[in-house]
């Protein structure tokens, strides 16, 4: 069974006012229990407002969110339970740390669920190692961390309450490339280990094509594809056209298949497109 | 949401109260709140709302927009007037208990109530029709003066300017902590009171570090463009007193002089 389920989801910003914007209109989509989902889309075009409706931080205008098949919003005094089920890391999450530690402003999401003791400290301690926090680090204030470890403390923070579903909203965004590449295999790395649900929301292409087993592609408040990860690439005129950049390789190995060269559609590493090129020049007896 | 609180209540237009000059704007004002207190008869109480209503009309600001301000501080005029009902003197003409209320007191309740709203409706004319920058502007040359007794009023006035363009955007950033630590699980609804003040700290402590963050960021920003205080500084935008201010300086003497005439002519009533 699908873990979420997302029908006729809608959500409109400033409803009855002269600033009445709907950001998210009527997407229905269903995530199985373990994939890595990609959510692309150009700034502005309902990524962050949809992932959170996810754990009930915003209640859906119309439609409705189902987790393990049940309405989230069923009961609303009970919504709380939903956010320690779906794990949400916003985009800059290091502006949240608050408190004296590295090692309490982490369990301060599992304490909210009720964890303590050993089974706390383990939480803790795991989170921490995922995203790969040196020990000594734990003892130290957030304040005095470097960027990127403040931003891989608040993510621990999201990981350490052991959610279900984990979405992350632009968790590379301001990184350096060395910063980036690391935490998104950080993030693969807790995706085969846990083998938990990820939502990943970017406007990098190249981030996303290396990790999403399928992708959500946004435009202008609606779901445009909902695919495997190579099948959305090979729309790459398509994605082109809502003002998205398909990676430099995809995009060079769909202008050879356009000349007339037998590629594949949706190649997303240089590796790849290296294997398929030799291959070609091989056959032609162009390569010794 | 937090940040559906207007206080940036600037409302832009082109009428005449939009192009007065902000000095003028403010000691009109001043002038006219004076003489809103000055008001012990009927006929200048009269005088004085006509007045109020005409300035409203001119100002081109929706009529909702002044009922939004009013219903803010509507509280505060019930219970006034209620208090002075009851604390009139002279003879009572009803009473119940050990509370009177005489004619004196049914007076003064319409007194003060009327004066309220008018206030509040001149004063929203002000802020409606000024931008903040134009108002602090403005008050910083209106202030000038007291540069002489070492009053530092440039950097007061930027201070204000400052503080005004951010409080927007602390409250947006109040509303993004707010959501992430709720998807943490923080629960900010239930328990007694001391365990609701402690469950703010999450809240507090990233919003004050990230002021002071923004505080240096746009005091570097500031400092990147050779900003060095008040002195020697010059402006893009000169404000100008035109012939429109005479209009309006002559407009609110001309009720200065009725009201005082009603003064005379008539009985005070309160
Ligand atoms: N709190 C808000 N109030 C009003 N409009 C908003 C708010 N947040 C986002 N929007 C609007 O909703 C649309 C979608 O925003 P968002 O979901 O943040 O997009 P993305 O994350 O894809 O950049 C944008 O047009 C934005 O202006
Ligand atoms: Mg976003």
Redesign the interface.
Known sequence: MSILELKNLTYTYGKKTAFEKTAVDNVNLSIEKGEFIGIIGHTGSGKSTLV?ML?G?IKPTSGQVLLDGADIWEKPKEI?KI??KV??V?QY?E?????ETVYKDIS??PK??GLTGAELDKAVRDAAKFVGMKDELLNKSP?DLSGGEKRRAAIA??IA?QPEVLVLDEPTAGLDPMGRELLLSQIAQYHRERKNTVLLVSHSMEDIARVADRIIVMSNSHCVMFDKTKEVFSRGRELEKIGLRVPQITKIMLELREKGIDVDEGILTVDDAVSQITSILKRKGRLW | MVRDITLGQYYPGKSFLHRLDPRSKIILLIAYLVIIFCTFNYLSLLLVTIFTALVIAISGVPFKTYLKSLKIVITIVIITSILNLFYGTGEPIWQWWIISVTANGINRAIFVTIRIICLILASSCLTFTTSPTDLTDALERLLKPLNKIHFPVHEVSMMMTLALRFVPTLLEETDKIMQAQKARGADMEAGNLFTRIKAMIPILVPLFVSAFRRAYEVATAMECRCYNGGSGRTRMKVIHMTKRDAVGFIGVALIIIGVFICNIMMKKVI
């Open positions: 959170q754990n931080l709380r956010r320690f794990g949400m916003f999450p502006y949240q740390l608050f408190d301060f999401g909210n669920k304040f923070g999201v309450m």
